[in-house]
């Protein structure tokens, strides 16, 4: 077992910042790929952006390209999100998943692992 604990969720106005972070406990954190999902309001939840276990391969979805960027440190067991430049369309509650395979799947419901959730409200 896995167990993801999101942090760094809030209120900004659009163009600002955010830093997401997820702390994991219960296994050797580098085996795991990691990535972070969000869902908003009547949405279904979508893929935002994944990072391999040493941090090798990333991957982002379009939308986010160039604004987002994943990154883990596995001395801390944690992944982070750096968010900027964000967009009131980025408003969900953004959800940290993990996965024993080497590439998180994009496919939510191939998840294994999933933290409670953060929300983050961007401002028009």
């Known amino acids: 077992q896995v167990q993801l604990v999101e942090s760094g969720g809030g209120l900004v106005q659009a163009g600002g910042s955010l830093r997401l972070g997820c702390a994991a406990s219960?296994?050797?954190?580098?085996?795991?790929?990691m990535g972070w999902f969000r869902q908003a309001p009547g949405k279904e939840r979508e893929f935002v952006a994944r990072i391999s276990g040493y941090g090798l391969m990333i991957y982002y979805e379009d939308s986010v390209k160039g604004r987002f960027t994943i990154s883990r440190d596995n001395a801390k067991d944690t992944v982070y999100l750096q968010m900027n430049s964000l967009k009131p369309e980025d408003t969900a509650v953004y959800y940290c998943?993990?996965?024993?395979?080497?590439?998180?799947?994009?496919?939510?419901?191939?998840?294994?692992?999933w933290g409670q959730g953060t929300q983050v409200t961007v401002s028009s």
């Open positions: 998943a993990a996965d024993s395979s080497s590439v998180l799947p994009v496919d939510r419901t191939k998840i294994t692992y």
């Open positions: 219960g296994r050797t954190f580098s085996r795991y790929a």
